[in-house]
DNA sequence: TGATAAAACTGAATCTATTCATTTTTACCT
DNA sequence: AGGTAAAAATGAATAGATTCAGTTTTATCA
């Protein structure tokens, strides 16, 4: 059916044709690249495939992303801010501070297990950030772990049964170890066990002021 | 002068021929790969010049670092250990436990900001080995820096200036916060000043036990 | 001393991420 | 509608790390 003039509508408020090809094309990108990297493996997974598998040239890929490892942190910060939270309300309750905390962290930490190829490869990435365009909302990830832990500590104030005059130091201190120690575990310094072991003793520590 | 039979000796007791070119071919590639990092840096120095430089093929480069990035960790890891035991030796003294840590851990940060880039890379393969090889070498370097927290710690304690219970574990715990408010400053988190704010702030509360 | 096997070495070939000159698509204007 | 310039997209070309089949060196032993 031929368009007519009679066809012609107001301009489209929404977004025009350019921009939502380009939402299709990151959606069909990081699409693609989210299976391959789960069905292959990271390191097994070539731009070609992904340029293939979305129906693009391979040199597109970049203009979306600026290395095969900002891919990564592309197709997978999103989803981290998804676990973060989901970590977060399936938390242990009601518990003591300590145990909240583990079951928030850990939630994290289960969720790297689930791929640890992959997970070596995002935190590598995410800790060295290589696109300088993706520092905010590598930050806001961070951020917002932190300020989980610090609901946390004041729910444990409020509580009565903590007693710490700077929560927001803490809740930072104990993001360090958390992430330092994440790290450790990763890179096969540190068993999962010795992991909880160590995040164990020193948030216990550090909740006794 | 021709070498007679009169001329033969017991058998060698050192190291054979073999061995010694490997380490006269180690040291050569070493070398060669630290003066090309710190002249040109890291990105812009190829696995071609080191080898070139040090007069080996480049297949050979693989039998001495899995990689790139582990050639970095096999030219500077070594050198990460006289700077940690020349940084504890100039420490602030006498000062105030706080100010003996302080001065100790910013004696590191001041040799990483010598050449950021370098430092980010190496900081980056020792916190993500690809060679499991090199995991006793970067433990030794990590237990060397909470070792010598641990002994200014002590000392403190000895001077009745702090009343720590916990030394061992309190010691970590600095060395994870040390660690990854490193990172977060090598990968543009953090500027230098927020580093030393950070860690300043982080260490006089765990001080305070 | 010569023969033999193991170890070390080599650099050309391979494999991929990344770049870039060219082409295609879109928005805008008359 | 047609013309134009900017934006996007493309994939062949490039570059550089890594591999590997073949060569050289070393140690060992008859």
């Known amino acids: 059916m031929p368009r007519t003039t009679a066809d012609r509508r107001a301009p489209p408020a929404g977004p025009g044709r350019r921009e939502r090809n380009k939402r299709d094309k990151q959606n ?3 699409g693609a690249a989210r299976a391959l990297f789960q069905s292959q493996g990271y390191g097994q997974t070539t731009l070609g495939q992904i340029a293939a598998a979305a129906g693009v040239g391979t040199g597109t890929l970049f203009l979306y992303a600026s290395s095969k490892e900002d891919l990564v942190v592309l197709v997978f910060l999103d989803e981290m801010s998804g676990v973060v939270d989901a970590s977060f309300k399936k938390r242990a309750r009601p518990a003591a501070v300590l ?22 490869a995002l935190m590598k990435e995410l800790t060295f950030l290589s696109n300088p ?9 961070a951020d917002a772990i932190i300020e989980r832990i610090r609901e946390i500590l004041e ?3 409020a509580q009565g049964e903590i007693d710490l005059s700077r929560i927001d130091l803490v809740a930072r201190i104990m993001f360090s170890v958390f992430y330092q120690q994440q790290l450790a575990w990763l890179s096969g310094f540190l068993s999962r066990e010795q992991l ?6 020193m948030l216990d ?3 006794r002021g």
Chains 1, 2 share one sequence.
């Open 28 to 30: 069909r990108i990081i």
């Open 99 to 120: 145990e909240q905390l583990q079951s928030f962290l850990h939630g994290i930490v289960a969720y790297h297990a689930k791929d640890l190829e992959l997970a070596r």
């Open 133 to 141: 365009e993706r520092t905010r909302s590598v930050t806001r990830v």
């Open 155 to 157: 729910w444990g104030v």
């Open 196 to 201: 909880d072991d160590n995040l164990n003793a």
């Open 205 to 207: 520590h550090l909740l």
